[in-house]
């Protein structure tokens, strides 16, 4: 019992210090930038908590550590672009001079996007902050999962030890409690390995997305393409492995008349095909990006009273900093809720696509 106690204590206590530092940190890159930006006539703008907040969420072409977003410490990312014109330019972020300098003709705008002098068309390759993270989280599962999978050739027959008894039942609940339940037991076992790795990695980008200090803070499952690419992907996958009595009640329901068929319910089935996906998409990416401009939110009102008075921002940072406190604590359960939605809603259209049907056909 006492090793329990202790056990729970040293959680809490690691959860705390977490949340502090990521509070932390935000509340000194926010007190950098707070509005220290002299206009023509040498007065300070006000803070724009808006363009602070934004600037966070979205992805940037390179990683950056500490310090104001005039004259940041960062790492610099690779930049890859393509063009007939010009041909494959290769070189490091760097060179942009965080937007006051161009390189081979081609700068970086304002708003972080890059764009050609002499606005001729090009593919940007380039390696972001949100690709590296997803390389990172990458690299960091394949690790997990082979140093796994040793440790069962290694072990055979006996109890999970260290990494494996901390996998092995997430793997289980994945498994039983997700595919085995939603897509039945003929059908599911083709694709666990699917649902396995759109779970972990969705929880293993939330987690590091919530490290404020590198190698996390990329805001990746909030980032609009990442999710859209795995609802896509979801969506071929349901395309393909639907049978003929899943299509038949999509496209031709069966004791409906004809012209019902035609003019409603087939139209209906049509959108809904491509609105389930359409949902994972949205879903995931609205609750992980609103979660960061939460906490963003709390830390930068601090500043937006204190740009009026200090007293007014002394006196609401004790009550801004809990909120935050509370929504950094809320984030570590979202970031499992929001893997679990998305890989237990995947499962539950897979088991429609494969669902055979139960009636028997009268003589």
């Given at each position: ?28 890159e ?22 602070f ?56 705008t304002?708003?972080g ?26 690299f960091l ?101 639907g ?21 409603l ?7 809904g ?73 995947t ?17």
């Open positions: 019992m006492r090793s329990k106690i202790n056990t729970f204590r040293a959680f809490f206590l690691l959860l705390g210090l977490f949340c502090f530092l990521s509070i932390n940190t935000q509340g000194e926010v007190a950098k930038d707070a509005g220290h930006t002299a206009t023509n006539d040498g007065e300070h703008e006000k803070f724009n908590a808006g363009k907040i934004i600037d966070h969420v979205t992805d940037k072409y390179e990683w950056h550590l500490w310090g104001s977003h005039e004259d940041p410490t960062s790492i610099p990312l690779p930049i890859i672009l393509y063009s007939k014109e010009k041909g494959l330019n290769v070189f490091s972020s760097a060179r942009f001079e965080h937007g006051k300098a161009s390189c081979n003709g081609y700068k970086l304002h708003d996007h890059i764009e050609a002098e002499d606005n001729a068309e090009f593919y940007d390759f380039s390696i972001t902050k949100t690709t590296s993270e997803i390389l990172l989280a990458c599962l394949l690790w997990v999962f082979l140093t796994v999978a040793k440790s069962y050739t290694r072990r055979t027959g006996l109890a999970p030890k260290g990494l494996q008894s901390f996998i092995e039942p997430v793997i289980l609940f994945v498994r039983d409690d997700i595919a085995k339940a939603s897509i039945g037991e003929k059908h599911y076992a083709r694709f666990v390995p699917f649902l396995l790795t759109a779970f972990f990695f969705i929880f293993v980008n939330n987690l590091l997305g919530l490290i404020p200090i590198f190698p996390g803070g990329a805001n990746v499952t909030g980032n609009i393409a990442v999710t859209f690419t795995l609802a896509f992907i979801v969506l071929i996958i349901t395309l393909f492995i049978n003929k009595h899943y299509w038949g009640h999509i496209l031709w329901m069966p004791g409906v008349p004809a012209w019902v068929k035609i003019f319910l087939t139209p209906i089935e049509i959108i095909v491509f609105q389930r996906p359409f949902v994972l998409m949205i879903r995931l990416f609205a609750n992980i990006a609103a979660g960061h401009i939460v906490i963003l939110s709390f830390v930068c009102l601090i500043f937006v009273f204190g740009s009026s008075s200090d007293l007014g921002g002394w006196l609401f940072s004790p009550i801004s900093m809990a909120f935050a406190l509370f929504m950094n604590a809320m984030e570590l359960l979202v970031a499992f809720l929001q893997a679990y939605v998305f890989t237990l809603l499962a539950m259209y897979f088991g429609a696509c494969v669902e055979e049907p139960h009636h028997k056909e009268r003589h």
